[in-house]
């Protein structure tokens, strides 16, 4: 008896993955005029639409609202006063979260079908660099491409003495809640332990943090992280530094989560749910990628200036190339891929990536930092504006805490790094990295008039500063 033949589909492009970097790569080739198939096995969008960037920005969003409705409770703040206490319905909460979820993946969607690319939904795997096999809701389908763009991102890293499952939840189940868990241990103090773990505390969660390093968000510096620092302090967030998950145990009819701590001593932390949060790593595993020939560069993809990989006509981008593991840098290198393959000159070189911390306070960091531009020995100037000085901070009852930081070349004044930390200041990434894209010297901050009353005040008023002539402060 002969199989039965399975039916095969061939594209110029092939795009692997619909996340920020797969469908944007898509679109832009689309639009370009290659024919262009997408295979995603889950919805469009990825973990940034799905279960990453919008669903928690979403929760961090609700859980702000919420706590300022608390903090009217009683006497009032700024004059709204309260006679009861507001009433957190998670389940309602996370409905609304899935509804905006809906209608942008749709509209990933709609935007796919006007750049006239074919969406396969399936999971690919790949039997040489060019064909995979796509098993699809209406059975099996070979494509075949002349170019591949390998997009599949990445996935949350288990620690191997707390396996998800149970009460051990990933940044995916915890954004997807009906009942708030009353105490809740985070284990991993970065990005998405903070980001979390702070929407939580503000939700009414009794959250205690456990971060290997000896201080939260290693990532970026201290000046930066102390006011999150406070923040976490004066809510009545417990954070350990310098300890370790050993693992869950059983405590009464709960858990507790067993860990090292910095002195050596082990402590038991009570807790509903505890929220694994230690990093993520490529997702290389079960799509056939052995076959394809590609070399890897440590755990991640190898690639070039051009995101192409070693095997010809294979490019990869986003998340499985490396950090910074940011949507808007998966975005970037999807549209310049599919400019390279249309015929365009182009290379991935970017002055900087904004990167941006959604606590509370948040965060932005774009370029370099003054420590980042001593050790690579520039002689850099450096000043602050604090937001207690800026009108804008305080009507949105945010001035007290707070700073723009400019860090620039003294020989020339050449802006080479800009950082944030106060309410509101991840609307400001775009303004610093547009100065760092243009080579903005410090005159041209000064120069540029900013909208009164704004925040963006604070960049030309550190600029002033760093020129010897400030006006506010
Ligand atoms: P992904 O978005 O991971 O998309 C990969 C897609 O490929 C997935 O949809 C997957 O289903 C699909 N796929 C994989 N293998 C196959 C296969 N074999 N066949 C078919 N389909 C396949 N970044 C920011 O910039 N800002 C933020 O605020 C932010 N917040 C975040 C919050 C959380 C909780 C998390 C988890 C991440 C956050 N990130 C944020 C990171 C951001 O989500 C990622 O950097 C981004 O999604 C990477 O895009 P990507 O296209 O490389 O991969
Ligand atoms: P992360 O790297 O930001 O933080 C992980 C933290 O866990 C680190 O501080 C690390 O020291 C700590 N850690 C590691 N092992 C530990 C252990 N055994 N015990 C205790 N602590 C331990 O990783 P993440 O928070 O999982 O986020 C993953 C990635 O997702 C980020 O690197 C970022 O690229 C992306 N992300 C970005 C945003 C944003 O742009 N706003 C938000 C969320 C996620």
Known sequence: ?????????????????????????????????????????????????????????????????????????????????????????????????????????GGVAALLRKAKVRVLHGWAVFSDAKTCIVQGRDGPLTVKAEHVILATGSEPVPLPALPFGGPVLSSTEALSLDRL????????????????????????????????????????????????????????????????????????????????????????????????????????????????????????????DQCRTSMRDVWAIGDLVGEPMLAHKASAQGEMVAEIIAGHRRRFAPVAIPAVCFTEPEIVSVGLSPDEASAQGIDAIVDRFPFAANGRALTLDSGESGFVRLVARREDRRVIGIQAVGAHVSELSGEFALALEMGAELEDVAGTIHAHPTLGETFHEAALRLLGRSLHF
Request: aromatic residues 4%; charged residues 25%; contains cysteine.
């Open 1 to 105: 008896m002969s199989t039965p033949s399975i039916k095969t589909v061939t594209a110029k492009v092939l795009v692997v993955g619909g996340g920020p970097g797969g469908y944007v790569a898509a679109i832009r080739a689309g639009q370009l005029g290659l024919d262009t198939v997408l295979v995603e096995a889950d919805r469009l969008g990825g973990t940034c639409l799905i279960r990453g960037c919008i669903p928690s920005k979403a929760l961090i969003h609700v859980a702000a609202r919420f706590e300022a409705m608390e903090r009217s409770v009683g006497g009032g703040h700024a004059g709204i006063a309260l006679d009861t206490r507001p009433r957190l319905d998670l389940a309602a909460a996370t409905r609304w979260k899935d509804g905006i979820v809906d209608r942008l993946s």
């Open 181 to 304: 868990p009353r105490r809740l241990v985070v284990v991993g103090g970065g990005y998405i332990g903070l980001e979390l773990g702070s929407a939580f505390a503000r939700m009414g969660s009794a959250v205690t943090v456990v971060e290997a390093q000896p201080r939260i968000l290693p990532l970026y510096d201290e000046a930066l992280t102390d006011p999150v620092r406070r923040w976490l302090e004066r809510s009545g967030v417990t954070v350990h530094l310098g300890a370790r998950a050993l693992g869950l145990e059983a405590e009464g009819e709960g858990h507790a989560l067993a860990v090292r701590a910095a002195d050596g001593g082990t402590i038991r932390l009570p807790a509903d749910a505890v929220l694994s949060t230690v990093g993520r790593r490529p997702r290389l595993e079960g799509w056939g990628f052995e076959t394809m020939g590609v070399d890897r560069k440590g755990a991640f993809v190898a690639v070039d």
